[in-house]
């Protein structure tokens, strides 16, 4: 290998200025460092200055009886706050009542009277006096007619009302097992109205005379009845028990005429 001569190497050598000035910037920064560290050394303190003492601090959960006197203080603020939103309020002026100009003014000598004084005072509920006399059928059970409570179960029984009377063609097929039928004699059922004036479950009651088995044949023939439902307070009293007296004429009339008792 050819060796390079000395003046070349001579050439890319560095200066003297050049090295004193690299010198001179190494010497800066050892020193920059050594200042940095003189003065970490005084903030520290490195530990070795006498008296120091160990801080330790415990981060384990308060105990329950620490909890307890933290939350009594809150307890107390709560019942503060309870005593104060129930406290009463204050009490209000009485109310003056200022009377007023549309008032009624009831002329002298008027009786002001409350429901049930009104609801006392009506007629259509009094009884009529002696009871349920022996009227006719045709004549009774067309009002607001009392009934009595001698139906079965104790229900009321009205007087009936005809829609239509019976005639002796529609009786004289159930009359052949009975005896009797003349002027004179009579017959009661009491009967349930339904729909259409009709009756039905009809039971015998009396009969005049006594065994003649005219409530029987009565009572046979009182699917052909008609009759009115009573009325109360002016309603039709549909399924009510209603009492039918039929008063047997002399066989020359035709048609039979009905009463009730």
Same mark, same amino acid.
């Given at each position: 290998?050819?060796?390079?001569?000395?003046?070349?190497?001579? =050439?890319?050598?560095?200066? =003297?200025?050049?090295?004193?000035?690299?010198?001179?910037?190494?010497?800066?920064?050892?020193?920059?460092?050594?200042?940095?560290?003189?003065?970490?050394?005084?903030?520290?303190?490195?530990?070795?200055?006498?008296?120091?003492?160990?801080?330790?601090?415990?981060?384990?959960?308060?105990?329950?009886?620490?909890?307890?006197?933290?939350?009594?203080?809150?307890?107390?603020?709560?019942?503060?706050?309870?005593?104060?939103?129930?406290?009463?309020?204050?009490?209000?002026?009485?109310?003056?009542?200022?009377?007023?100009?549309?008032?009624?003014?009831?002329?002298?000598?008027?009786?002001?009277?409350? =429901?049930?004084?009104?609801?006392?005072?009506?007629?259509?509920?009094?009884?009529?006096?002696?009871?349920?006399?022996?009227?006719?059928?045709?004549?009774?059970?067309?009002?607001?007619?009392?009934?009595?409570?001698?139906?079965?179960?104790?229900?009321?029984?009205?007087?009936?009302?005809?829609?239509?009377?019976?005639?002796?063609?529609?009786?004289?097929?159930?009359?052949?097992?009975?005896?009797?039928?003349?002027?004179?004699?009579?017959?009661?059922?009491?009967?349930?109205?339904?729909?259409?004036?009709?009756?039905?479950?009809? =039971?015998?009651?009396?009969?005049?005379?006594?065994?003649?088995?005219?409530?029987?044949?009565?009572?046979?023939?009182?699917?052909?009845?008609?009759?009115?439902?009573?009325?109360?307070?002016?309603?039709?009293?549909?399924?009510?028990?209603?009492?039918?007296?039929?008063?047997?004429?002399?066989?020359?009339?035709?048609?039979?005429?009905?009463?009730?008792?």
């Amino acid at each position: 290998m050819p060796s390079v001569p000395a003046a070349s190497a001579a =050439r890319y050598a560095p200066s =003297r200025r050049d090295r004193a000035v690299s010198f001179a910037l190494a010497v800066l920064v050892a020193g920059f460092l050594i200042a940095v560290l003189v003065l970490m050394t005084g903030v520290v303190g490195g530990g070795d200055e006498p008296g120091g003492q160990l801080v330790a601090i415990n981060i384990a959960p308060p105990s329950a009886d620490k909890a307890t006197e933290k939350a009594a203080p809150k307890q107390d603020v709560k019942q503060e706050q309870v005593q104060t939103v129930t406290t009463p309020p204050p009490k209000l002026p009485p109310r003056v009542e200022i009377p007023s100009k549309n008032q009624v003014e009831w002329p002298p000598g008027f009786i002001k009277l409350s =429901r049930e004084d009104i609801a006392k005072a009506d007629i259509s509920r009094i009884k009529p006096a002696g009871g349920g006399g022996s009227t006719g059928a045709s004549q009774g059970g067309g009002g607001n007619a009392e009934g009595t409570g001698d139906g079965p179960g104790g229900a009321r029984v009205y007087n009936a009302e005809w829609y239509r009377e019976p005639t002796r063609a529609e009786m004289s097929p159930y009359m052949g097992a009975a005896r009797g039928g003349g002027a004179g004699d009579w017959a009661m059922i009491i009967c349930r109205t339904v729909e259409r004036f009709h009756v039905e479950d009809c =039971r015998e009651v009396d009969e005049s005379p006594r065994g003649a088995g005219l409530a029987r044949a009565l009572r046979q023939a009182a699917w052909q009845f008609l009759v009115r439902p009573p009325r109360v307070d002016g309603k039709a009293q549909v399924g009510a028990w209603v009492r039918i007296r039929f008063d047997f004429k002399a066989p020359k009339r035709e048609d039979g005429v009905a009463g009730q008792d």
